[in-house]
């Protein structure tokens, strides 16, 4: 079984505030665990939440000249601003 990790966890791997992570995980629907109010990441869910915001790297796929946030909006999923 893979460790879970905590908002504070995520924060730090992020270098963000937890208030950030939390305002993040509501806006952008990021995937995670709760156990009634109790919020846990698994290493998978990280990397799923990574590679949405990636920047740089592959083009996304999607129409020639397509930009990232435009293909991020008709993928169904938000980039960060």
């Known amino acids: ?6 908002d504070d966890d995520l ?3 992020l270098s ?6 939390t305002l993040w995980r509501r806006r952008y629907d ?6 009634g109010r109790v919020v846990r990441y698994t ?12 920047r740089g790297g592959e083009p996304p ?9 435009s293909a991020a909006y008709w993928a ?3 980039p960060l601003t």
Do not use: K
């Not at 990021?30 to 156990?35: I, K, S």
């Not at 796929?61 to 946030?69: E, I, V």
């Open 61 to 69: 796929s999607g129409m020639p000249g397509q930009t990232s946030r």
């Open 11 to 13: 924060a730090s791997v």
């Open 43 to 54: 290493e998978h869910d990280v990397e799923v939440i990574l590679a949405r915001h990636a």
């Open 30 to 35: 990021w995937p995670h665990r709760a156990f």
């Open 16 to 21: 963000v505030t937890v208030e950030q992570v």
């Open 1 to 6: 079984m893979e460790p879970l990790l905590t």
């Open 76 to 78: 169904g999923r938000r």
